[in-house]
């Protein structure tokens, strides 16, 4: 992917990552507090477009800090957009295709993977061995899965209780 400007290489990855990593979470917490298809279902819209939005300017004002060229700037932000939507949008797919429980069991796996490839890519760009960072990125992955399900499960024992 040499034909690319840092600036988009960067937004493409943060966005990838942002994606899977806020929408895996999102969805293993609200299957886990309602295991209602509809809910994670709008979850997964909401993150794709506000969270998408969020992060794109995020990134567009904190690579406004830097002495970068204006171009640069849009660029990142831009391309941060596009890949946070469209891998945010991509876990609808075994949503709306699987029962719920196996769609959860397939996004996760699919998550993972996307973060193991992009790992892999830039390492190997860097001309590191993979592995090392895989694993940790893997590991860093499995966290937000528990710890999204543990607060999934916790927010609907609270919300049965009554006020």
């Known amino acids: 992917m040499n034909y690319m400007t840092v600036a988009i290489r960067k937004g493409l990855s943060f966005g990838l990552t942002s994606g899977v990593i ?20 709008s979850g997964i819209l909401v993150i794709a477009v506000a969270d998408g939005l969020s992060d794109a300017i995020g990134i567009h ?3 406004e800090t830097d002495k970068k060229s ?8 831009i391309s941060t957009f ?5 891998f ?7 949503v709306m295709l699987f029962p719920l429980n196996i769609a959860i069991l397939i996004s996760i796996i699919y998550g993972i993977t996307l ?18 960072m895989m694993l940790e990125h893997v590991i860093l992955t499995c966290i937000v899965v528990i710890v999204s ?11 049965t209780l009554n006020y």
Do not use: D
């Open 149 to 159: 399900h543990i607060v999934g499960n916790a927010s609907a024992s609270i919300s």
């Open 115 to 132: 973060v193991c490839v992009l790992t892999y890519y830039i390492q190997v760009q860097k001309n590191n061995k993979p592995w090392k």
């Open 82 to 86: 596009c890949s946070k939507f469209i």
């Open 22 to 41: 806020t929408t895996l979470g999102l969805i293993i917490g609200l299957n886990s507090g309602t295991h209602s298809r509809l809910v994670v279902v």
């Open 88 to 94: 945010a949008l991509s876990f609808m797919i075994p």
């Open 70 to 77: 204006n171009k640069a700037v849009w660029q990142t932000t």
């Open 61 to 63: 004002l904190s690579e």
